[in-house]
């Protein structure tokens, strides 16, 4: 039913109750999710050796007008023109790449293989200068105008999970233990402060900058915080949970402000500022599920199956990498 709604067939609308228990425990007004019309596709970019390959998180720098993908499963990063709407390159030497995130021409890719990150130019596609990171780094931000660099590490037998910090220019290094199995990581319009997805227990953890210190937790009512993005101008996270709900939080006292279903386990989120749309990627089944926090609608858009990372090109497009499609399904966000 879910695919006959996102193709539009379905007469009527699918609406999703929330969780009721947990907006009575919390005296919050319990608002519908009503599933409508889907994202529009624009088109389809190839990416070589996509089809039934592995992806991870990816990032669109808007000083090169370039799109960066994690190819996890070839331990490289492809490179995509927007404008042009075509694959530029494929860049080799990235063990276990786990992600990429961009800020004014760098970009920073985690390494999982090499436990290690790093600084790769946007314009000429050459890497830069490479830091030794924990265990399996994961989460990350770039913050080109600071020259600071953040990795959440997951660890593994032998080290605990650990946030770590990397000064770009000064070679200066802090690292602090986490309570628990990091995911993703944002930080705020100033990069005052990063938050941080906890898997178990639950949270968001918040830690300023530069120097990690003062660090809060804040509890997620919904169980594994995965993906998340944040809303600058009216102050909110939003975290998607692998029990299948995001969550809009406080960015500044981290008070839990809605909840809403999604169609599944979710990974990359975007917010879009441009739209006022929160977008969440979800592999199994193959959907990206769209919601706007100023009313509760939302739109369900059917991808391809193992398609859970998506690149956010502001101001009107979501790069949806899916190997069941060869590469990238272009939709449309307007």
């Not at 996890?72 to 990235?94: K, M, N, Q, S």
């Not at 009512?221 to 939003?238: F, K, M, T």
Request: aromatic letters at 6%; one cysteine or more.
């Amino acid at each position: 039913m879910f695919e006959e709604i996102a193709r539009g067939r379905f007469p009527g609308r699918l609406s999703y109750l929330p969780f009721s228990n947990f907006f009575q425990r919390n005296r919050l007004r319990a608002e519908r999710c009503e599933v409508v019309m889907p994202l529009k596709i624009a088109g389809t970019i190839a990416i070589p050796g996509a089809a039934g390959s592995e992806f991870d998180h990816a990032a669109f720098d808007a000083k090169s007008r370039r799109v960066f993908i994690a190819h996890t499963a070839r331990d490289c990063v492809e490179v995509i023109d927007h404008d042009a709407g075509r694959h530029l390159a494929t860049l080799p030497g990235f063990p276990g790449v786990a992600g990429a995130v961009a800020d004014d021409g760098q970009i920073l890719v985690t390494n999982r293989g090499s436990a290690s990150v790093a600084l790769l130019d946007a314009g000429n596609l050459k890497t830069g200068a490479i830091f030794k990171t924990g265990a399996r780094p994961n989460g990350a931000v770039i913050l080109a105008q600071s020259g600071l660099a953040i990795a959440a590490c997951i660890g593994d037998d032998t080290e605990t999970p650990t946030l770590q910090l990397f000064g770009l220019s000064d070679n200066s290094h802090v690292s602090v233990d986490l309570p628990g199995r990091p995911r993703w990581c944002v930080t705020d319009a100033t990069a005052e402060r990063v938050f941080l997805c906890i898997r178990e227990p639950s949270m968001v953890l918040v830690a300023h900058l530069p120097d990690l210190s003062a660090m809060a937790h804040w509890k997620v009512p919904s169980s594994g915080a995965h993906g998340l993005d944040i809303d600058h101008a009216r102050g909110r996270l939003y975290v998607a949970c692998d029990d299948s709900t995001l969550v809009e939080m406080s960015s500044t006292s981290g008070e839990v402000t809605n909840v809403w279903p999604i169609g599944g386990p979710p990974d990359v989120t975007f917010f879009n500022p441009a739209t006022g749309l929160v977008h969440v990627a979800i592999g199994e089944p193959g959907l990206v599920d769209s919601i706007d926090p100023r009313n509760g609608r939302g739109t369900r858009t059917v991808t391809g199956a193992g398609a859970h990372t998506t690149a956010l090109v502001v101001p009107d497009q979501l790069y949806v990498i899916s190997p069941a499609h060869g590469g990238i399904l272009v939709l449309s966000d307007t």
